[in-house]
Each structure stands twice: as structure tokens, then as C-alpha cells.
């Protein structure tokens, strides 16, 4: 009876769906301005606007093959489409906050360390920043947690290398597995001049920790040759303000 109930509501117009998807991404916009932010409710309240808008198109194919339905689907898939660019622009350009929190410098620093915070990304371009001798940039990439990376290196026979990140203050070693496998790429440079290897398209996350919580790591760069009779090495280390996922 209730299956019943709420297919033939569905069903009932061929822009119902549409718009019922397009209420319910606002509403989940306003959820998200409203609510304490977190990454449950930044990516739950995100998901279901477009998985309504999702469900509303296939609808529309359905109702394509039905008896003098085909051009109401039509409309309805071309509705739908509409419909998910405005979700789009709305919580990709619009966001209704920012789910990165200010950092006011007080994460424990016992030692008096230097920290960098990781650079920014707008719109595919990365921060410039000048580099003059073998180093790691870390950028904020995609939500909180995940991280790109470009690394700086000279005088580097053929490898591949890979990040291992370190909570600074307990020395524990963070998503060892996950961080490696991610974060792993070839190099091979083997002139003087610094040659820039980067994480592409890919990043890597970081588990421990919660969207907000700041705290200092120290990120290191390993080489593993490609020949296997000479061991691993550290290239680079530098400290990072991080936050977890």
C-alpha cells in the first residue's frame, strides 16, 4: 500500500520529481548553514539532494517507454539535468559555509616547531609559492583531511616515492597503509636543477582526527629505488598544521 502510494506520487506529473529534488537541495543547503558542521553532515546533506535528482531522470527514461509518455519523459530528464546543474552551482560555487575552520595557532607545540599550513587550490590552480632547494607542498584538496602534494627534488635516479605522515607530538605514524598507496608516484630526475613531481589528480587522506581539530604533523618524503639492492631513504621533511577526516 505505501509502495503503492509513493510511486504513483512519483508518477503523478512528469516535473514533480524535478522540483521535489530541487526543494530538498535547498533544504539540505539550509540543513548544512544551520547545523554544527562536521563530515557527516557535510556529506550526507550533500549526497541526498543529488541522489533525488538522480532518481528523478531515470523516471523520466522510464516513463519514455511508456504508451504516450515519451515526451513527458523527455521533459523530465531535460528538467532533471536543469535541475542538477542548479544543485551544482548552488553547493559547488555557493556552499553554504566553509567546512574549514580558522586556526588560531594553538595546537600544543612543546618543541617550538615551525609549521606550514597547506596551500590553497581555486578553481585547478595551485598557490604559487618559490622553491629553491628539495621540498614538499601540501595543498587542502577536495574536504578536510585530504591532501595533494607537489615535491621539489634534484639528483634522483629512477624510483618512486611516497609520503609518510607523523602526529608531531607522539611521533605516531598516521593511515601508514592508506598514505603510502595513495600518495606513491615515480620519479627520476638526475640533474642539479629541481625538478616538480606531483600527486596529479589524486590525493591523500588523512583519518585520524576530526574536520576543525588542528594539530601538528611532520610529513616526510621516502624514496624506494627501482634498484632493489640499495634500501630505502628519506629526501625531505617539513611540518604541516593538518586536520583529520
Do not use: H
Not at 516513463?63 to 544543485?87: A, H, P, V
Not at 576530526?210 to 610529513?219: A, F, L
Not at 621516502?222 to 640499495?230: G, L
Not at 630505502?232 to 617539513?238: D, G, H, Q, S, Y
Request: one cysteine or more; glycine letters at 6%; charged letters at 25%.
Amino acid at each position: 500500500m505505501i509502495k503503492e502510494v509513493v510511486f504513483r506520487a512519483l508518477n503523478w506529473r512528469w516535473y514533480f520529481t524535478s522540483l521535489i529534488s530541487l526543494f530538498i537541495g535547498v533544504f539540505c543547503w539550509l540543513l548544512i548553514l544551520i547545523l554544527p558542521i562536521s563530515s557527516f553532515t557535510w556529506n550526507f546533506f550533500t549526497a541526498i539532494p543529488f541522489l533525488v535528482v538522480v532518481v528523478s531522470f531515470l523516471l523520466g527514461i522510464s516513463r519514455m517507454f511508456k504508451k504516450d509518455e515519451f515526451k513527458n519523459g523527455l521533459w523530465q530528464c531535460f528538467l532533471s539535468i536543469i535541475i542538477l546543474s542548479i544543485l551544482g552551482i548552488l553547493f559547488g560555487l555557493y556552499p553554504p559555509k566553509s567546512p574549514y575552520k580558522p586556526y588560531n595557532n594553538d595546537i600544543k607545540n612543546p618543541k617550538n616547531a615551525k609549521f606550514s599550513m597547506p596551500l590553497k587550490i581555486f578553481s585547478d590552480e595551485k598557490e604559487l609559492v618559490e622553491v629553491t632547494q628539495p621540498d614538499i607542498l601540501i595543498y587542502d584538496y577536495l574536504q578536510p583531511g585530504t591532501y595533494k602534494y607537489d615535491v621539489f627534488l634534484n639528483k634522483t635516479e629512477k624510483g618512486k616515492v611516497y609520503l609518510k605522515v607523523y602526529d608531531f607530538n607522539t611521533n605516531r605514524i598516521l593511515s601508514e597503509k592508506e598514505i603510502k598507496k595513495e600518495s606513491m608516484r615515480v620519479v627520476f630526475n638526475p640533474n642539479d636543477e629541481l625538478k616538480e613531481f606531483s600527486s596529479g589528480n589524486d590525493g591523500f587522506t588523512v583519518k585520524e582526527g576530526d574536520w576543525g581539530d588542528y594539530y601538528g604533523s611532520r610529513i616526510e618524503v621516502w624514496f624506494k629505488p627501482d634498484n632493489s639492492n640499495e634500501s630505502e631513504r628519506k629526501l625531505v621533511e617539513k611540518n604541516y598544521i593538518i586536520q583529520g577526516n
